[in-house]
């Protein structure tokens, strides 16, 4: 039970982006920059979406700002935020020993494991406006939700011949635990700058602000009726670009991520009863299984790597 | 003998499934060897976190096995005789036999051995089988495999008397090796046999391989941590089975939580506990109160002794319960009654509308149910006004399961009517065969009414349970419904209650559509339905229910009464001779009724002394047992028909019922006839079969 090596951990939130990064490049992973539309999870990156259909190996890593609205506090709840970061990594196919990699990078990251209780939870995945479905665990650090770890069984309602597994960390969640912090503005950003002096930043120096105005303009000035018919446009868009002789779905995907946000803005707006809610995720459901049939098309029709010529 | 012994090693199953896939696992196993002519015995099997455990002792060789093959018949033509010799592989017509037939006439056959196999050919056929078609409740694809299992499988130890059984499964080949525990196990470990395994997984490899071992160190060690700490365990049953799933080498550790967190309902704190963080919830033995402080059970012992496991756990609780104080907060700041409007924003069913409508239909029914059970009409009308409005607080959006009791306590906290609190908080009751029923008059018109007009409302759409298929619980409902009549002895007529809940449907809302006349017929037979099988779970006969219910049924409290005495009275010496008499004459009529029709009517003339005496004691018997049934005192009824038994005795031995005289034979067939009837009075002794 002893353990060599044990590795410092990291005190810093970009501290822990940086370790996991390099974990995971040690890995052999692409490390991707976030995808630069509003998106809701770090799994609706056309990085994993997309490229977690059909049968090219695929292993990428990055962090995915993510949106959703409807859990904005206006700066004052220690735990919830509109505006948070995920750290992704997909692995395609899953390699056999991926809960041992898994577990490493908590070490990198300077969890003390045999202090800490590790534990792998039943959680069965599902996001529905994507159409997808896995199965895997929560992974729990002393009771508490450290990833989420699923093996990808559907994507854009598409059974998949290759399954990928994906990783999801919650990084201001996984930072608080490892700085022993209980309010998430509390989180060092940055350690302190020794060369001029700069004292430490932290998590609300950054994001405080952002949390108080984005939370007013979601839930009190988006102007339903115009998000509406942006929704509406961005379907339209997302159907017209695949529906052309020779169909786009990347561009049309955006579209889709783009109707996925706006929905839930309305959402954050209280303006969806229940009934209507359903609809618009169905909405939302067929644009992005359009776009992932039109993709798996392409990727099948399209000869290996004739992008090089 | 041999020993079979197979580990299934894979990534973490889901804690609820372990249990049965042990289970189905050794079935499976013993099954299809059985088929093969293996008998296995001394059948161990054990499941935990990664791995499934098998063992029996098999034979070493399936036995040998004759197949009688048939030939031609003995004048066939000599190519026939000589092809059937060639298929048995007979050298001659002489080590045939010949078996005779009377109809077709006489024919060769033979018997052909089928030797034995070994059983190392035998199990891994069989072992390929079982995991290619396992049960698993929800299973997966993992990299490039089509292999299905329910994580990705690891490895497979299969040993026949310590051999190792060469097969591979989705390019896993068996072998004698496998992993401990993932922090305290000592690399690989390779095992002998099942005992050698026993002995390492244990020792070295520091995994607990027994479910029941898992549990019994837990309860035993979360006790005494407990008592040493001068506290008390609260012990829950289903979690500790499923902690006993979460862990490979169990390590009980209490933790401490803020005691001002034990302001909020303990129903919230030990949810919480239970639900999202797998801890057991711990009391204070003098007060009975919860004390601040859980029983968290980790997969592994720590150098610090657990501090830093104990406290991270009880950071998380803490924002856990932080959680719950505000929603707490927020929720008090309005009264229960003011969440009434909001009821419209939450669908009951897309196609029945809000839970607002529902709620002003519950109200209609319940204050028509109340003057049957006493209770005050406006009282009832503002417990079903409130029962819903704790949907749409905070505490039951997280706390789903605590409905009706957050409503209950939050109308305590704001001084409200005690039968009120007692209706809203046992509204849902009951909730499973041993949950308890509503006691209080309020209580039971509001629970009657949710459930009966739940029951209409998806009957009216056609959505009724189908074989497994239940997803509204409207089996539970009409058992509730069941059990809420007769444990409270409630003397209700039960289509009434559905022709009442009929109207207050229309009255509640004159836009919904009509209902069909044979949907309330329905909805009758599926809660009588849920009535028999009640009774038949309460050890009543399945015969007598059906004899009673014959009869028609609508007053359910009576109606088991009846069934009760009768299974009484059948058990006594009385009771059986009492039947066999009513079943003779009941057997006479039957086979008079298929040569011709019976003679219905009154008895006229009577010649015999005996049948005169059994019709003045038929004539009394009847209306004392019309008179018993009135006042339901059954097992009196029982008592005046058993008075019969001497009459009827007396007239079957000295009275010839098929007479020569055809008036005398009608008369006496009237007789009969006046017998089956005033039993009937009773049941209907002819559907008994004991």
């Known amino acids: 039970m002893e353990m060599k090596n044990k590795t410092k951990s990291v005190q810093s939130f970009q501290g822990l982006i940086l370790a996991l990064q390099n974990y995971w490049a040690s890995q052999g992973c692409v490390i991707l920059q976030p995808f630069d539309t509003e998106v809701g999870a770090g799994t609706l990156h056309p990085a994993t979406v997309l490229r977690s259909l059909g049968c090219k190996p695929w292993n990428v ?149 952002n949390e108080v105005q984005q939370s007013a303009y979601n839930f009190e000035y988006a102007d339903t009726y115009k998000i509406l018919e942006k929704f509406k446009f961005a379907e339209e868009e997302c159907m017209a670009l695949l529906e052309l002789d020779i169909p786009l779905p990347l561009p049309a995907y955006e579209h889709a991520l783009k109707a996925s946000h706006l929905f839930n803005l309305l959402d954050a707006r209280g303006v969806v009863s229940p009934t209507q809610r359903q609809e618009y995720i169905k909405r939302v459901r067929n644009l992005t299984k359009a776009c992932a049939s039109s993709y798996l098309n392409k990727e099948n029709n399209t000869k290996e790597k004739a992008w090089k010529n | 003998m041999a020993e079979l012994f197979i580990e299934i090693f894979s990534e973490e199953i889901p804690a609820r499934m372990q249990l049965k896939a042990g289970e189905n696992f050794s079935t499976l196993m013993v099954s299809g060897l059985k088929k093969e002519g293996l008998l296995c015995e001394n059948i161990i099997y054990h499941t935990g976190p990664r791995r499934l455990v098998f063992k029996a002792d098999i034979p070493l060789k399936s036995p040998n096995t004759f197949e009688e093959k048939k030939g031609p018949r ?52 069989i072992l390929v089988s079982i995991m290619n078609n396992f049960p698993w409740p929800k299973s997966m694809k993992s990299g490039v495999s089509s292999f299905r299992w329910v994580r990705p499988l690891k490895g497979i130890i299969c040993l026949i008397d310590g051999k190792l059984i060469d097969c591979t499964i989705d390019n896993i080949r068996t072998n004698r090796k496998t992993e401990g525990h993932r922090r305290h196990g000592k690399g690989l470990i390779t095992v002998k046999n099942f005992s050698d395994y026993c002995q390492k997984i244990e020792n070295e490899g520091y995994v607990m391989i027994s479910h029941l071992d898992r549990k ?62 797998k801890y057991f919830a711990v009391k204070d033995p003098s007060s009975g109160n919860l004390s601040p402080h859980f029983i968290v059970v980790s997969n592994q012992t720590a150098p610090d002794g657990g501090a830093e496991i104990a406290k991270g756990n009880s950071k998380v609780l803490s924002a856990r319960l932080s959680d719950a104080k505000f929603f707490q907060k927020e929720d ?51 417990a079903a006004k409130l029962a819903k409005c704790d949907l749409v607080t905070n505490m039951v959006i997280e706390f789903t399961s605590l409905q009706g009791q957050i409503g209950a306590m939050y109308y305590a906290a704001q001084g409200g009517n005690k039968d009120i609190v007692k209706a809203i908080e046992d509204q849902y009751k009951p909730q499973g065969p041993s949950d308890n029923v509503p006691k209080n008059p309020v209580a039971i018109a509001l629970a009657l009414a949710d459930k009966i007009d739940t029951l209409l409302c998806f009957w009216g759409i056609e959505e009724k349970p189908t074989g497994s298929k239940d997803p509204y619980a409207l089996r539970r409902a009409a058992l509730g419904v069941v059990r809420i009549i007769l444990e409270n002895k409630l003397k209700l007529n039960i289509s009434n209650i ?193």
């Open chain 2, 498 to 690: 559905l022709e009442m809940a009929v109207s207050s449907r229309v009255n509640a809302d004159p836009c919904l559509p009509e209902l069909d006349p044979s949907i309330i017929d329905s909805l009758l037979f599926f809660i009588i339905d849920r009535f028999k099988v009640h009774l038949r779970d309460n050890g009543l006969r399945q015969d007598l229910i059906n004899a009673v219910l014959q009869l028609g049924v609508d007053d359910l409290l009576s109606a088991s009464n009846r069934i009760k005495s009768l299974q009484s009275f059948l058990s006594t010496g009385e009771g059986i001779n009492l039947l066999s008499v009513c079943k003779r004459s009941g057997n006479i009529l039957k086979a008079e009724e298929k040569k011709a029709k019976l003679p219905y009517g009154d008895v006229d003339t009577l010649t015999h002394k005996r049948s005169v005496e059994l019709l003045n004691a038929l004539i009394q018997a009847r209306k004392n047992i019309v008179l018993e049934m009135r006042n339901e005192s059954y097992s009196m009824a029982m008592t005046a028909l058993s008075n019969l038994r001497e009459p009827i005795d007396l007239f079957f031995d000295e009275v010839k019922v098929n007479d020569e005289n055809l008036d005398i034979r009608a008369n006496n067939l009237r007789l009969l006839i006046m017998i089956r009837d005033t039993a009937l009075e009773i049941a209907d002794f002819d559907a008994i079969t004991g």
């Open chain 2, 332 to 382: 008090m700041k309005f009264n229960l009654e003011d969440n009434y409007a909001k009821l419209n924003s939450i669908v009951f069913h897309k196609k029945l509308g809000s839970v607002r409508d529902k709620s002003e239909r519950v109200a209609l029914l319940a204050t028509s149910i109340a003057p049957y059970l006493d209770a005050d009409l406006e009282i009832v009308k503002k």
């Open chain 2, 74 to 125: 003995v004048n066939a033509p000599e190519k026939a005789i000589e092809g059937f010799l060639r298929g048995a592989g007979l050298a001659k017509l002489s080590s045939a036999s010949i078996k005779t037939d009377k109809k077709k006439g006489d024919y060769y056959f033979t018997k052909i051995e089928k030797k034995g196999l070994s059983s190392d050919q035998i199990v891994p056929e």
């Open chain 1, 61 to 209: 890593a990055y962090v995915q700002p993510s949106r959703r609205p409807a859990d904005g506090r206006y700066g004052q709840n220690p735990n919830r935020l509109q505006h948070y970061y995920q750290f992704q990594v997909i692995m395609k196919p899953n390699p056999v020993n991926f809960q041992e990699l898994y577990l490493g990078s908590l070490a990198a990251i300077g969890i003390d494991m045999d202090l800490h209780d590790i534990r792998f939870v039943e959680d069965d995945w599902e996001n529905p406006t994507v159409g997808a479905w896995g199965l895997g665990w929560e992974v729990w650090c002393d009771g508490m939700e450290v990833s989420q770890y699923t093996y990808f069984q559907q994507v854009g309602g598409l059974e998949l011949d290759i399954v990928s597994g994906e990783l999801t960390y919650g990084l201001e969640r996984l930072a608080m635990y490892v700085q022993g912090v209980d309010n998430v503005y509390d989180l060092v950003f940055t350690e302190e700058n020794k060369i001029n002096g700069t004292p430490k930043v932290l998590y609300g120096d950054i994001f405080h602000q």
């Open chain 2, 216 to 277: 019994n160190k837990i309860l035993s060690d979360a006790k005494s941590i407990c008592e040493v700490n001068g506290l008390e365990l609260i012990e829950d049953a289903l979690l500790l089975d499923e902690v006993s799933g979460l862990v490979e080498w169990p390590n009980v550790i209490l933790g401490h939580m803020d005691p001002l967190f034990l302001k909020l309902p303990p129903e919230v704190i030990k949810l919480s506990m239970r639900t999202h963080q």
